[in-house]
């Protein structure tokens, strides 16, 4: 399994992004998928996710601010991100569980919050 993620950049203080995973098979097969983040220094930390029937979870520092979706058809799970602060800056990680004892990361994209 082959998980690409993309959309990172940087944004000002306030502003939006919309993070992309892609996934090179039907995610459908996925139980759950979710996005993480690392900060420099900073141990690796789950910010949102969301299972096969379309349940989500966010971490408290993000609820209102950031929406997980996820798009069967296109095989893409996304992270729509507003209202962004400096310490959303990280490096932002897609990830794909089958069960739980079977999960896929994908390589990180960078996300850069000026104030």
């Known amino acids: 399994v082959q998980l690409q993620a993309s959309g990172g950049g940087l944004v000002q203080a306030g502003g939006s992004l919309r993070l992309s995973c892609a996934a090179n098979?039907?995610?459908?097969?996925?139980?759950?998928m979710s996005w993480h983040r690392q900060a420099p220094g900073k141990q690796r930390e789950l910010v949102a996710q969301?299972?096969?029937?379309?349940?989500?979870n966010y971490a408290d520092s993000v609820k209102g601010r950031f929406t997980i979706s996820r798009d069967n058809a296109r095989n893409t799970m996304y992270m729509q991100m507003n209202s962004l602060k400096p310490e959303d800056t990280a490096v932002y990680y897609c990830?794909?569980?089958?069960?739980?004892?079977?999960?896929?990361w994908g390589q990180g994209t960078q996300v850069t919050v000026s104030s």
């Open positions: 990830r794909a569980d089958q069960n739980l004892f079977q999960g896929y």
């Open positions: 098979r039907n995610i459908v097969s996925f139980n759950t």
């Open positions: 969301i299972t096969r029937s379309g349940s989500t």
